[in-house]
């Protein structure tokens, strides 16, 4: 497990500290436009009552911080954003500065050092799938553990339903557990969901009020990047 974790904080230091324009993962600075559509969506079902100043929120894989910067910029909203690359962190550090937030080199396999009910947005954006099934689901409790009641939970993650390139990677890479796959370019595990799954594994701690997926990426007939859904889940109160 352990040089599991190194592997992927190598890759992803490596990701970070590559020059603009080389070839590399696109590591905008820009907010997702999945989380702005959440936050719309946030905001026409409850106004301000999740997106004020007195709020807090928590980006688990927070990379160089630009989601928590949105929410701050936007809302005014304090924030607490972890990463596994120490390089992410210090570029988040440099750009956030004179922000209310705090970024802290950690992995999320680890418990949350907050407060019960610290916190009233929970972000899990693309992160929690190189985990373990066992340290999924203690990270689902600690999400349950820091949200306040009625808190959100915005998960997006691989999608396995219709999605030809996830099939083939399951298949031809398999992991040591169910729906999980050894990426072949970076050696990391990948846990690849069903909307089925999600609905159980989410399902006792948060209710889901929506789902959004991504179309198939087809070129040329064949599937050539993985699907994604995003699922805003409230915490049970």
């Known amino acids: 497990m352990k040089n599991r974790r ?15 324009g080389a070839e590399s993962l696109t590591l905008s600075t820009e907010p997702s436009e999945d989380l702005q559509k959440f936050t719309r969506w946030l905001e026409r079902e409850h106004g301000r009552t999740f997106l004020n100043p007195r709020a807090s929120v928590l980006d ?30 210090k570029q988040a550090r440099t750009i956030g500065a ?4 705090q970024f802290e080199v950690r992995s999320i396999a680890q418990p949350i050092p907050l407060p019960d009910a610290s ?19 203690a990270l ?11 808190g959100w939970l915005f998960f997006k993650t ?3 339903d219709e999605d030809e390139h996830a099939a083939r990677l399951l298949r031809e890479h398999p992991a040591d557990e ?29 209710v889901i009020h929506k789902t959004s997926s991504s179309h198939r990426h087809l070129r040329h007939g064949r599937a050539f990047k993985r699907r994604s859904i995003s699922v805003y889940a409230q915490k049970r109160y």
Not at 65 to 87: C, H, K, Q, T, W
């Open 178 to 206: 169910a729906g999980s796959y050894i990426h072949p370019a970076i050696g990391a595990l990948e846990h690849v969901s069903t909307e089925e799954e999600i609905a159980q594994t989410l399902g006792k701690h948060f």
């Open 60 to 89: 688990l894989g927070c990379g160089n911080g630009r989601n928590l910067m949105y929410f701050a910029r936007e809302y005014g909203m304090r924030g607490v954003g972890y990463d596994i690359s120490s390089e992410a962190i």
């Open 119 to 137: 916190q009233t947005i929970v972000l899990d954006m693309m992160t929690s799938h190189f985990l373990r099934e066992n340290e999924r689901a």
């Open 158 to 160: 691989f999608f396995l």
């Open 140 to 150: 689902r409790a600690e999400i349950s553990r820091v949200l306040r009641p009625e």
């Open 98 to 101: 004179g922000l209310p937030l």
């Open 6 to 20: 190194e592997g992927n904080e190598k890759f992803w230091n490596k990701t970070y500290s590559r020059r603009k």
